[in-house]
């Protein structure tokens, strides 16, 4: 489990084809200080498994399952990433319950800058409309927001300078595809209706 707040950015070493999946070698710093082999680690809001250390680098590996959700498989040498180690039960939960299991990915629309902060429209599947509610939290590559504006199959959020400088949201641009994990709680409570009817 984890929380959205991203912790470092991590740059993508190496991209090795395995099957129709890839192992997934990236360089970091902070997050390395207590990760081990097994671990668990959102890499752009995806839960992946740490499977190799070695001095300033981590493997992880994105099955074809995990490619087929995400944006992993489009992740060039040399890009940037997010990353943020599995939460830790004496931690503060600053953003929401994230469980690094993305749900689609969306499409960015527009990315407008104002005056202290950008404000980033996302398009999304149309299925997924009932787990978005106005200043309701979506996780994106693996960064806790709220929902700023919804309408139809598209929402906005404002991202505030620190979270622009801190995570890839500055990299990103019209068109690029980001990871969308919608919150946990309303997936919960939809089951729950249904199962009543």
């Not at 489990?1 to 710093?29: D, H, Q």
Request: glycine share 10%; proline share 1%.
């Amino acid at each position: 489990m984890f929380t959205g707040l991203v912790e470092e950015i991590g740059k993508l070493e190496n991209k090795i084809s395995e099957g129709l999946g890839y192992r997934l070698i990236i360089s970091a710093s902070k997050v390395l200080d207590d990760l081990e082999i097994g671990s668990s680690i959102s890499v752009n809001g995806t839960c992946l498994t740490v499977v190799k250390l070695e001095k300033n680098t981590f493997s992880v590996e994105a099955i074809e399952e995990t490619l087929k959700k995400t944006n992993l498989g489009e992740l060039k040498t040399g890009g940037k990433v997010n990353l943020e180690r599995s939460l830790k039960v004496d931690a503060r939960l600053g953003g929401h319950f994230v469980l690094g299991h993305v749900d689609t990915t969306g499409e960015i629309l527009d990315v407008k800058e104002l005056s202290n902060s950008h404000f980033v429209k996302i398009s999304f599947p149309e299925k997924f409309r009932q787990y978005l509610i106005y200043v309701g939290s979506v996780a994106i590559d693996g960064v806790s927001m709220t929902v700023a504006e919804l309408s139809g199959n598209t929402f906005s959020v404002g991202v505030i300078p620190h979270t622009w400088e801190e995570t890839i949201f500055s990299t990103r641009k019209e068109g690029d595809m980001v990871n969308l994990e919608f919150d946990v709680l309303g997936k919960y409570v939809e089951r729950i209706m249904n199962e009543k009817d």
